[in-house]
């Protein structure tokens, strides 16, 4: 009897703290579980750089697919060396679910014959990729159905809490963990979780994010400013220290009409939320910046924020230095 072939299996998924791009990645894994899988984890500003320099795997006696999951790029390059993977063999799936790529979905930049494509902000993106493998489990020869079957409880823990439905009362505890430990090494726990429960790591990381979201709420709270835009939404903005989604909540607590700005001193972005009666479209807003997102929650790089913050202690510390001396 003729041996199976075996499958390199290349996954690029949301990071570097995402609950619901780890989630997305680990489906992948546990549905190939017999294969070879590679995964690493991109912001949104590294994505472009990151999926073109996946290799060639032209003259490799084995199927290639690359999976590119609650991710989208913003370069033509990127489709041009899509294409060439595809050109040499390679089976390429997208799959996701951020506003900003479904409104440049029909762009040159997403012109590449993927294998597999689905755009919809119906679901998360780890629910997205569990429901695809599912319905094409038949057609993607090595998969594991009752593997993947296994890890449904924890989708349907990164599909509540990312979109924000939080009828399950741990969900945000996962996410607390996944930006506590990073998605790298919350994506390895994941794997190899047998039971719907948080592993011992990831319960230690809930434990340690607990304590540092109270930090970054401290952090926050010391640095918040508030103006009001021509249009009569109140920004506040204010620094903090990973964990975005918790302390904006503490920022627009009994608020109004307001859109909170993070200066992430971890990640050196900038975060979007805002008060639920708010109809400012934060994915809009981001993209202006060369980031994305959803409706309520979305970010950008602002790499000038940081020279503006060294030219403005130069400039007090000059003026205090004069009076000094």
Known sequence: ?????RRRIHVVSHGPACLDGAAAAAAVA????????????????????????????????QEHQLWITDLSWTSTKTAESLKRLVAEGTRVFWIDHHRTALS?????????????????????????????????????EGGDVEELERFSPVIAIADDHDRWV?????????????????????????VKLRLPKM???????MEIGRRAVRQSIELARATQADTVAQSGVRIRTACCFGYNSEVAA??????????????????????????????????????????GGHDAAAG??????????????????????????
């Open 199 to 205: 592993s011992p790591i990831l319960a230690q990381g």
């Open 1 to 5: 009897m003729a041996e199976e072939k």
């Open 104 to 140: 440049r979905a029909g762009g040159p930049e997403f012109n590449v014959p993927f294998a597999g494509k689905v755009l919809t902000e119906q679901y998360s993106a780890a629910k997205l990729v569990f429901d695809f493998l599912n319905e094409r489990a038949s057609t993607l």
């Open 250 to 291: 503490d920022l627009y607590n009994q608020q109004t009409n307001v859109v909170i700005a993070l200066y992430d001193l971890r990640s050196f972005g900038v975060s979007l939320r805002k008060s639920a009666d708010c109809a400012v479209d934060l994915s809009k807003l981001a993209e202006t910046f060369g980031g």
């Open 30 to 61: 546990r549905f190939y579980r017999r294969e070879k899988v590679q995964t690493v984890f991109a912001a949104n500003a590294e994505s472009d750089r990151i999926i073109q320099s996946i290799p060639s795997r032209a003259g490799e006696d």
């Open 166 to 190: 939080h009828q399950i009362k741990d969900s945000s505890d996962w996410a607390l963990a996944v930006q506590t430990l990073g998605a790298r090494d919350s994506y390895r726990e994941m």
């Open 300 to 325: 950008f790089e602002f790499p000038e924020i940081r020279s503006v913050l060294g030219r403005a202690l130069a400039a007090d510390l000059g003026e205090r230095l004069a009076k000094a001396t």
